[in-house]
């Protein structure tokens, strides 16, 4: 049956609706945003820079921190370059399994690899490289920066390399003797390490180039064995117990002595010697006898057999004039002691005759107080270039004067007590250096206040010397004299160093001595400097004196006055 048409149906409009105006505005702004945002990464990724927000940073150097963002290559490489000598003083540190070491990367070889690392942030970075993670970083650089890393290189210098491995050195304890309970006995020694730097540095790049907090490498260590054996040094050990078993019986004048081995062995001391033998390195252990405990030994077992001693020998010890006291004029033993023993070891001798030797110290302290030579009265040091002539006879002049004693009211005269400084005795034949000693004692005097008689100054105002205070010596003259005023002893002890004079006076102090002034004036062709003192005594009186020196105005211009002697001026 067919169904019935219907006579009242509207027809329909099949064609689609317009669009808001709205929304043609918004596809026309995504569009436009779209091509702003292409033209903005064509343009970036046109000049070849690299992503911005991106920030080289490396875990074991976060100070060395530097932003890359949006920079071309040149710039790049400038920024990575200046990171790189900065990582040079990066600490890294060296282990091993007793010391640890830290260095700096410097040190140890290891470099930012410029090229390396530039390369890969601009072929990993660049705004060129995709516009997606342009985009990404574009937007991210807002909240925070990306990261680069570092790529490192590993260029040891070898010289460098081994002053480290030297340093981790731990040498070995070599076995030694040693005198416990009355014998020798063998001290066992032990190995020690050394450090191979070079094979453990790959280890150091690795883990720089893994970006680790912190960069250090564990040296490779190997065992240094001792040189001797304690079985080779434990036979030393023996042979020379044995050679000191049977000790020694010492006869002096008729007096024998029985030496028991645990003494005479404490008179020996040890050590070891390397030589060759046929070619062939040996070595051995070598004894001596200790001059001075064998010394100290053999004065007290024949004390009886000691003589009282004569005249005074005088000695410095903590500034103050000593005698050299309780030692007998002869006593034991005599100087060839020490080889007789030896000898009579080495023969396996168990008997050996020694003779008693002469001293010439005194006994008696009171023969310097009685004399009033008790303390320091005056002294002066004088400076000189080294010069191996001046050194020679600044020494032997010193060591001639060393010693001297001027009593009350007595003048002294240096050439006279000295005599004439000629090779035979002991002096160099220029005779340079004389004149040191003799200008610092004149000085020395002054302090100390004593009168000058005949002396006369340098021609030339030498700047080592205290200016106005020098004096110059020769044979038989100018001499220089000067007395002592005072009614106690002096004693004159010049001494020398290599480079220096010093001039020391003891006495007992009488007068307190002062510089009151000093002056140059031009008398004829000469410079005429005074130098005045007081001297002030414990009654309160006072004098004043002066000494003059005359030095030539310039060396074109000697100096020629009436007065070549410089006199001492009374005031």
């Avoid at 709205?22 to 945002?37: E, M, Q």
């Avoid at 790959?202 to 960069?215: D, F, I, K, V, Y």
């Avoid at 020769?474 to 220096?500: C, G, H, Q």
């Avoid at 004829?524 to 004043?544: F, L, M, P, Q, W």
Wanted: net charge negative; hydrophobic share 40%.
């Amino acid at each position: 049956m067919t169904p019935p048409t219907p006579t009242n149906l509207t027809p329909i409009d099949l064609r689609r609706a317009p669009r808001p105006l709205r929304v043609w505005l918004f596809g026309l702004a995504a569009t436009l945003f779209i091509c702003a945002w292409l033209a903005w990464w064509l343009l970036e990724a046109g000049d070849n820079t690299t992503a911005r927000g991106l920030k080289i940073q490396h875990p074991a150097a976060a100070h060395l921190a530097a932003n890359i963002g949006h920079k071309n290559q040149e710039q790049v490489t400038q920024v990575v370059t200046q990171v790189a000598e900065q990582f040079q003083s990066t600490p890294i540190r060296i282990i091993t399994p007793h010391h640890n070491l830290d260095t700096t990367a410097a040190t140890a070889g290891l470099k930012v690899d410029v090229a390396e690392t530039v390369a890969q942030i601009m072929a990993n970075h660049s705004a060129s490289s995709n516009p997606i993670r342009w985009t990404t970083n574009l937007f991210s650089s807002v909240f925070r920066s990306s990261q680069v890393g570092l790529r490192f290189v590993l260029e040891p210098d070898p010289n460098q390399i081994q002053q480290l491995q030297e340093s981790l050195i731990q040498p070995p304890s070599e076995p030694s003797i040693t005198l416990a309970d009355g014998a020798f006995q063998l001290i066992g020694g032990s190995a020690g390490q050394s450090a191979d730097i070079t094979s453990a540095l790959p280890e150091l790049l690795t883990a720089a180039n893994a970006g680790q907090a912190s960069l250090e490498l564990s040296a490779i260590v190997r065992p240094i064995a001792p040189q001797q054996s304690d079985a080779f040094v434990a036979q030393q050990t023996e042979q020379i117990n044995q050679i000191t078993d049977q000790g020694l019986a010492i006869t002096v004048e008729d007096v024998t002595k029985q030496i028991p081995s645990a003494e005479l062995r404490s008179w020996v001391f040890l050590r070891f010697h390397d030589g060759f033998e046929d070619g062939l390195e040996v070595g051995r252990w070598e004894y001596g006898i200790s001059q001075q405990r064998l010394q100290n030994h053999l004065a007290e077992l024949f004390s009886e057999l000691a003589s009282p001693a004569g005249a005074p020998v005088i000695t410095i010890k903590n500034n103050i004039p000593t005698l050299v006291v309780d030692m007998p004029a002869m006593l034991c033993c005599e100087a060839e002691a020490r080889q007789k023993i030896l000898s009579a070891l080495r023969d396996t001798q168990t008997h050996v005759t020694l003779e008693l030797r002469a001293a010439d110290d005194p006994v008696d302290q009171s023969w310097l107080k009685n004399r009033g030579i008790v303390e320091l009265t005056g002294n002066f040091t004088t400076f000189f270039a080294a010069d191996p002539t001046r050194a020679s006879n600044t020494r032997r002049m010193a060591e001639a004067l060393q010693g001297a004693i001027i009593y009350p009211g007595e003048t002294f005269s240096v050439n006279n007590f000295v005599g004439e400084r000629t090779v035979e005795n002991g002096f160099v034949a220029d005779g340079e250096g004389v004149s040191q000693v003799v200008s610092t004692l004149f000085t020395a005097a002054f302090n100390a206040g004593m009168d000058f008689g005949e002396y006369q100054s340098h021609s030339i105002d030498h700047p080592r010397y205290r200016r106005g205070l020098d004096a110059t010596i020769a044979w038989p003259e100018p001499d220089f004299k000067f007395s002592n005023p005072n009614p106690y002893a002096m004693l004159i002890w010049p001494t020398v160093t290599p480079r220096s004079v010093t001039v020391r006076l003891y006495s007992t102090k009488h007068a307190e001595v002062e510089w009151t002034n000093r002056y140059d004036e031009v008398e004829g062709s000469c410079i005429k400097r005074t130098t005045e003192r007081s001297r002030t005594y414990a009654d309160g009186t006072v004098t004043a004196d002066a000494v003059v020196a005359l030095y030539h105005l310039s060396v074109e211009q000697p100096c020629t006055t009436s007065n070549h002697n410089n006199a001492h001026l009374p005031r």
